[in-house]
């Protein structure tokens, strides 16, 4: 079992950075595939990015490809995703999720089997 829970999110200017942390706890965490979604109001949920469970393999939406990094630090049990030149169709509640595997970095939300709460991110323009 992974409990997760995100933090950081927040309002900010178009152009501006923001850090989003996700916390994670359970005895297997550090080999789990970790990965981030998002969801903004009267849309579906998709997929930011995906890190693979020793940091060494990443991939990202291509909305945000160049702009976000998804990392990772096994020691604290904590997984970053840094957004930079944010735009005001990035605003959604940003969700942490992992896979019980350390194998098969995914972009599908249904390959998750555990999900945090979720942190809002307001971008204005």
């Known amino acids: 079992q992974v409990q997760l829970e995100e933090s950081g999110g927040g309002l900010v200017q178009a152009g501006g950075s923001l850090r989003l942390s996700c916390a994670a706890s359970?005895?297997?965490?550090?080999?789990?595939?970790m990965g981030w979604f998002r969801q903004a109001p009267g849309k579906e949920r998709e997929f930011v990015g995906s890190?693979?469970?020793?940091?060494?393999?990443?991939i990202y939406a291509d909305s945000v490809k160049g702009r976000f990094t998804i990392s990772r630090d096994n020691t604290k049990n904590m997984v970053y995703l840094q957004m930079n030149s944010l735009k005001p169709e990035d605003t959604a509640v940003y969700y942490c999720?992992?896979?019980?595997?350390?194998?098969?970095?995914?972009?599908?939300?249904?390959?998750?089997?555990?999900w945090g709460q979720g942190t809002q991110v307001t971008v204005s323009s």
């Open positions: 999720a992992a896979r019980n595997t350390m194998y098969g970095i995914s972009r599908y939300g249904s390959n998750y089997d555990y």
């Open positions: 359970g005895r297997t965490y550090s080999k789990n595939v």
């Open positions: 890190i693979g469970w020793n940091g060494g393999t990443t």
